[in-house]
């Protein structure tokens, strides 16, 4: 295994339902209204904010509830911000899209996803191989670039999905990128509930499927997703220093809505 390619522990089998699951015809609504807003989303056209539209369509079509910060993740200035944060779900991607038409660093493989694929191509995705050792470095000069223009990129450090926090240990190549660049990081907390108790529903973990994990997502019951924003990280120091600093706000006790 590559110092980056990561294995959780979690399966299919944590994955549980908090509250009952919704109604045969709640849930086929909502795969009807879910087929609209992804065709919606298809055309190569589509970019940026109107990305961003498609997104909270998409949590829509869902019955999604999203809880997030009212303003932007990223701080102004004349780079980008690196934010940050754990990982659980494919549905993470939707709801942070959602919030702010960032850039995305993601695993080879997300390319190839069916619609989520090439939306994320359209963002700016960078896609990594995580078992190509050698591309680490051109990876990391890829993302200091990107941040250099200006542009917000959106990170999950711990290298794969986990069920729910704490998860893994934060990787430290992307807050070299963030040193080299000069750029802010913005640690970011990502958590589940269904009717407001802790659930790792949305979970997409271990050899579950896309297909699988979206049919429970559909037939959930008063989903939420909610993102708390913590405060800006300035890049200083080394990176082992700044990962860790940002993995204990992002798993740490929960910010608000809207930090500093």
Same mark, same amino acid.
């Given at each position: ?28 609504? #909502?795969?009807?209204? %879910?087929? /609209? ?30 809880? =997030? ?13 690196? %934010?940050?944060?754990?990982? !659980?779900?494919?549905?993470? !991607?939707? /709801? ?82 963030? %040193?080299? =660049? ?10 589940? #509930?269904?009717? /407001? ?16 994990? %979206? ?27 700044? =990962?860790?600093? =940002? ?14």
């Amino acid at each position: 295994m590559t110092p980056y390619q990561v294995n959780s522990p979690c399966t299919p089998q944590c994955v549980t339902r908090a509250r009952p699951p919704a109604t045969r015809l709640e849930t086929v609504k #909502r795969w009807v209204r %879910l087929a /609209g807003a992804l065709a919606a989303a298809a055309p190569a056209s589509a970019r940026g904010e109107e990305l961003g539209g498609h997104a909270r369509r998409v949590l829509d079509a869902l019955d999604v509830r999203l809880e =997030a910060p009212e303003h932007r993740l990223s701080v102004p200035g004349s780079t980008g911000t690196l %934010l940050v944060a754990n990982h !659980i779900s494919w549905l993470d !991607i939707v /709801g942070l899209l959602a919030v702010e038409p960032a850039a995305f660093l993601a695993k080879r493989e997300v390319a190839d996803w069916p619609v989520f694929g090439p939306m994320a191509s359209r963002m700016g995705t960078l896609f990594l191989d995580r078992e190509a050792l050698r591309a680490l470095p051109d990876g990391v000069a890829r993302l200091a670039a990107l941040l250099r223009s200006g542009r917000s990129v959106v990170v999950f450090p711990e290298g794969t999905t986990w069920c729910s926090a704490p998860g893994g240990q934060f990787r430290r190549a992307a807050f070299q990128a963030a %040193l080299d =660049a000069g750029a802010p990081v913005r640690p970011l907390t990502i958590s589940y #509930r269904e009717g /407001g108790v802790p659930s790792t529903i949305a979970a997409f973990v271990g050899d579950d499927t896309l297909a699988a994990s %979206l049919h429970r997502v559909a037939s959930a019951r008063d989903l939420t997703l909610r993102i708390d924003a913590h405060p800006v990280l300035l890049a200083a120091g080394d990176r082992r220093s700044l =990962a860790v600093a =940002a993995q204990r706000a992002a798993t740490g006790e929960r910010g608000g809505l809207i930090s500093a």
